[in-house]
């Protein structure tokens, strides 16, 4: 089982929509848990962490955690063709980050 | 970005070089990583340096060495690299706990091994 999954494939938002990004995790032991988003040619930049139940908010992002059933979500809401680009969910134990594998987004004008 | 800087942002070597990466820190921080990130694999984590000391290496082959001088600096050693080592290799930093924090990425090293 991989640590950190993500969904596969490509998620194409017209502009103004919500995007909504899942992820889910196999160490129940894991702490903390981030969002990165990666554009092309780029490194990682950290945009969300969250690391206790519930909803987080930042500016159009929303991170949502739920440890229960081992998920982690992020929503862009009012979706910008600057959001465009690969987004990485990363969970946080044993001293070090698992990463999944990432989303692409793209964001319709 | 300027909180960790690497350079070189590209480097083309030959399987017989020997080439070094080189990170710097600018946030305070006192943990340091080495990751590899391939086309269509997710992050592969291959050093953790824990106020300088390594705490972590992820069955990296020793074509692969790690230094870690002080707690702003960190280096990656290369030699006798294979094709298959051709790769962004990105280094990242953060304050070490019980609980993994945020880690900070530098631009990355795009390295293409001939």
């Known amino acids: 089982q991989k640590e950190v999954e993500q969904n596969s494939g490509p998620l194409s938002v017209p502009e103004g929509a919500i995007a909504s990004l899942n992820c889910t995790y196999s160490?129940?032991?894991?702490?903390?848990f981030f969002w990165y988003r990666q554009y092309s040619g780029k490194s990682p930049e950290l945009i969300m962490s969250?690391?206790?139940?519930g909803d987080k908010e930042d500016g159009r992002f929303t991170a949502q955690l739920n440890k229960a059933s081992q998920y982690v979500s992020l929503l862009i809401r009012d979706s910008q063709p600057s959001d465009s680009a690969t987004y990485l969910c990363?969970?946080?134990?044993?001293?070090?980050?698992?990463f999944g594998k990432g989303n692409q987004v793209v964001v319709i004008p | 970005e300027t909180g960790v800087t690497q350079t070189p942002r590209h480097l083309v070597m030959g399987m017989t070089n020997k080439k070094s990466l080189k990170c710097e820190q600018h946030?305070?921080?006192?943990?340091m990583y080495w990751y590899k990130q391939s086309a269509k694999k997710p992050l592969e984590l291959m050093f953790v340096?824990?106020?300088?000391?390594?705490?972590e290496n992820n069955s990296v082959p020793s074509r692969f060495s790690p230094e870690c001088p002080n707690s702003s600096h960190l280096f990656l050693h290369l030699h006798t690299l294979q094709p298959e080592d051709s790769a962004l290799y990105l280094c990242?930093?953060?304050?070490?706990?019980?609980?993994?924090?945020?880690?900070?990425f530098g631009p990355g090293t795009r390295l293409t091994v001939t």
């Open positions: 990242a930093s953060s304050f070490s706990g019980r609980a993994v924090g945020e880690q900070y």
């Open positions: 160490d129940r032991g894991s702490q903390s």
């Open positions: 969250i690391y206790s139940n």
């Open positions: 990363a969970v946080g134990g044993n001293n070090r980050l698992a």
């Open positions: 946030l305070g921080h006192n943990a």
């Open positions: 340096y824990s106020l300088e000391e390594r705490v």
